[in-house]
């Protein structure tokens, strides 16, 4: 068996080269995993008296590992130490358990199947086929946080393909070998796999979902260990801000917010409505010719827009209106606008606008606004 799988928790080794060209060397023994089973390879350095190298990843390939280095000092001799990332190795030992853990949570629960896991040390991505609510997911997190408190020993085993027992997760089309690994959380999961796991399932501390999104599969993002216990507790900080700044009961806070986006949606809806029917604009009338504007702050600017332009349907005129919390100026008449007019102000201020015909619009920031505004008004008059 390869060292990795019966030591999982070595972190250092003391190793002889046996093959090595340009860009890889391939050791007597290994504690750096090649990847597999959704899991990244390891990385780490090979140490000798004389000489450092990184090992960014190995790869498998026609049954050798392959390890990928780069020289950063020294010159490589045939002997050394492999030191790994432990840090990173173990962080996807806990997530690569975590899994395990939580998709079979999920399975038990609902009428999903697996799909595929993407493995990374802060989140990482299960893929399931089937839908599954936001309150399905902490049903599923619960159990899942209920495997890893019972500290459940993991059992390693190998078995033939043909013999394998109807409830092991195994995805036969994805399988080369005829000898299988299995991974096994007793009385809960048996799963094929390749990947390192830690040894029991109070190691990986704490599962946390942190979201699901309905792509070409059902994608499941989770967090586990240390990465978990801190997200949690940023999100439990935000929420105790909530209820102690608001003063809101903290079992009402989704009410609350739900109720006043609500609101807010009406009260956007109310401003469009006064915005575009009751709203007036200022005149300034000069040789029979008119301008209309407004520069009221707090105007919805598409209700405006939409009486702007029932007006021009029974007039001639111009209007020039805007607020100043959008940022933009719009200039729109009954005929066609005169550009060489806009041109001037745009370039002496440095702004940005375009526009065609009888329409026009121009960025301002809304330290300017007045001052453009202004000089718009007294161009157009
Ligand atoms: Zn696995």
Redesign the pocket.
């Known amino acids: 068996m390869e060292l990795f799988y019966e030591e999982p928790y070595l972190r250092a080794l003391d190793v002889n080269v046996i093959e090595k060209n340009e860009e890889y060397l391939i050791f007597d023994k290994t504690i750096i995993y090649p990847g597999g ?2 899991q990244p390879p390891d990385s780490g350095y090979f140490i000798g008296d004389s000489f450092k190298a990184r090992i960014p990843f190995a790869k498998r390939e026609n049954g050798k590992i392959l390890h990928k280095y780069e020289l950063i000092e020294g010159k490589i001799s045939d002997h050394g130490k492999i030191v790994l990332d432990w840090e990173r190795r173990y962080a996807l030992m806990k997530m ?1 358990t975590a ?2 853990i939580l998709y079979r949570s999920i399975e038990n629960l609902f009428n999903v199947k697996f799909q595929k896991v993407e493995l990374h040390e802060n989140e990482s991505l299960l893929f399931i086929n089937g839908n599954i609510s936001i309150d399905d997911i902490s049903r599923a997190e619960d159990l899942a946080n209920s495997i890893v408190e019972k500290n459940i020993p993991l059992k390693f085993y190998y078995g033939n393909i043909e013999d394998v027992e109807d409830d092991v997760r195994i995805r036969k089309d994805r399988i080369k070998n005829e000898k299988i690994r299995i ?1 096994e959380i007793e009385g809960f999961d048996k ?1 094929a ?1 390749s ?1 390192i796991h830690v040894k029991s399932t109070s190691e990986v501390g704490i599962i946390f979902v942190k979201s699901i999104k309905k792509s070409d599969f059902f994608e499941i993002k989770f967090l586990s260990g240390e990465t978990a216990k801190n997200f949690i507790f940023e999100n439990a900080r935000i929420v105790r801000k909530l209820y102690l700044n608001y003063n809101i009961d903290q079992s009402k806070i989704e009410e609350k917010i739900f109720n006043s986006m609500t609101m807010n949606e009406k009260f956007k809806k109310d401003l469009f409505e006064i915005s575009s029917s009751m709203f007036n604009f200022q005149l300034i009338e000069k040789n029979g010719k008119k301008l209309y504007y407004s520069d009221f702050p707090h105007a919805d600017i598409r209700g405006v827009e939409k009486r702007a332009r029932k007006m021009l349907e029974n007039e001639k005129a111009t209007v020039i209106y805007g607020n100043e919390n959008d940022e933009k100026i719009f200039i729109l008449s009954s005929e066609l606008i005169d550009k060489e007019l806009i041109k001037k102000i745009m370039e002496e201020n440095n702004l940005k606008g375009g526009g065609q015909g009888n329409y026009f619009l121009i960025a301002v920031k809304k330290e300017n606004f007045k001052k453009i505004f202004d000089e718009l008004l007294k161009k157009f008059s």
């Open positions: 089973g959704g690569h899994e395990h991974v799963s796999c990947g």
